[in-house]
């Protein structure tokens, strides 16, 4: 296949856009330079890595469709009713990439049990079951919804780092659901490596914070599933909830140097509180974490570099040879005004366009 140079173009290199320069890629990865080449001019766009959503639930193929729309090439499953939906979409061609944790297992006294069907452990004996069954399946980590209220739930520490023990065994992640500060607390000196969603209850502590960091337990904080449950629910909850917490307990996180990785919950169950639109939910998060405190370069990153290093993606992420040529063509300046995501010009995978 011959190589396409895009030519006149900026390239987000992780850390800004560049000067004006070309890039290269052939069967569906970035090259190096050379002069035989078809020629696409890129004069006046930006060219971003393909986005990481690191928080999705998958349901079906039309899920990749719409997330790569808006140039995101990257899905963390995390949790799906069917696992050969999974199976079924790994590696498709011209869709993004999916990883999955297949199912997640919940207490019995959680809303996921009951209304999302999701497996009950409550002790250790289990818990590794259930890590062996997503392992069977052919998971690549973990997840587990921890209780809301810990303190009278049959889940207790026990039962969580059993299946800490079982999935780094396997050397796989454990990804814990938490909403509010009773279960962060929960969490803290289990070996987990990943906390996502943020307290909509009331605010994390410093303290929680520090040990977070300490602990090195990288957060996916979802602020977009967070702003629409609040949303949702306040009614409901009479005020018990308010996403002003949620962005006051992120920038608790940022300020004690909390891990952040960009990830939405998109999903369109009619079970879940809120659904995010795929791809484009992942933009509003984005904004969201600039609002609070990132800058437009951290946002992106988070959805990009540094996304594709935790997941192990290695082959994603940068804009350099031997990476996959996924990215986006951006009519304007995303690392000055995050805004400018939306003005997307195309979108390709693997070296094809695919918008």
């Known amino acids: 296949m011959s190589v396409t140079e895009i030519r006149s173009v900026k390239i987000f290199d992780g850390w800004g856009l560049s000067e004006t320069k070309s890039v290269f890629f052939r069967d569906g990865e970035f090259v190096k330079p050379t002069t035989e080449s078809k020629v696409i001019d890129g004069k006046g766009l930006a060219l971003l890595p393909g986005l990481i959503d690191s928080h ?3 349901s079906g193929k039309t899920n990749l469709g719409k997330a790569s729309f808006y140039g995101v090439v ?3 499953d995390m949790a799906t009713q069917d696992p ?3 199976d079924s979409l790994r590696n498709a061609l011209d869709l993004p990439i999916i990883r999955s944790s297949y199912r997640a297992a919940s207490p019995s006294d959680s809303h996921h049990a009951e209304k999302m069907g999701t497996p009950i452990i409550e002790t250790a004996e289990n818990a590794r079951a259930f890590v062996k069954e997503q392992l069977n399946f052919g998971a690549d980590y973990i997840k587990v919804v921890a209780p809301d209220r810990p303190d009278s739930s049959k889940f207790g520490v026990n039962t969580l780092r059993a299946v800490v023990d079982a999935a ?3 050397n796989k992640k454990v990804i814990v659901h938490a909403v ?3 279960a962060y607390n929960f969490i803290l000196g289990s070996g987990i490596d990943v906390v996502t969603h943020l307290p909509l209850n009331g605010v994390l502590t410093q303290a929680v914070a520090e040990k977070l960091a300490k602990e090195d337990i990288v957060c996916v ?3 977009v599933m967070m702003e629409g449950m609040s949303k949702r ?3 409901i909850t009479k005020g018990k909830i308010d996403f002003k917490n949620s962005c006051e307990s992120f920038k608790v996180l940022k300020e004690a140097g909390v891990r952040i990785i960009a990830g939405t919950d998109s999903n369109d169950d009619k079970k879940s509180p809120f659904q995010p639109i795929f791809g484009k939910a992942l933009h509003h998060e984005l904004k969201l974490l600039c609002d609070l405190g990132f800058s437009p370069i951290e946002s992106i990153r988070s959805a990009t570099e540094i996304a594709a290093d935790f997941w192990g993606l290695t082959e994603m992420g940068k804009i350099a040879p031997g990476k996959r040529a996924d990215f986006s063509l951006i009519g304007g300046d995303p690392t000055s005004n995050i805004k400018d995501l ?3 010009r195309q979108v390709w995978i693997r070296g094809k366009q695919i918008r």
């Open 56 to 58: 999705i639930h998958l």
């Open 74 to 76: 990257g899905l963390m």
């Open 84 to 86: 050969s939906v999974v």
């Open 168 to 170: 780094h065994e396997s």
């Open 180 to 182: 509010t500060t009773a």
């Open 221 to 223: 904080p979802t602020l």
């Open 233 to 235: 629910l306040k009614f």
């Open 342 to 344: 939306g003005k997307i």
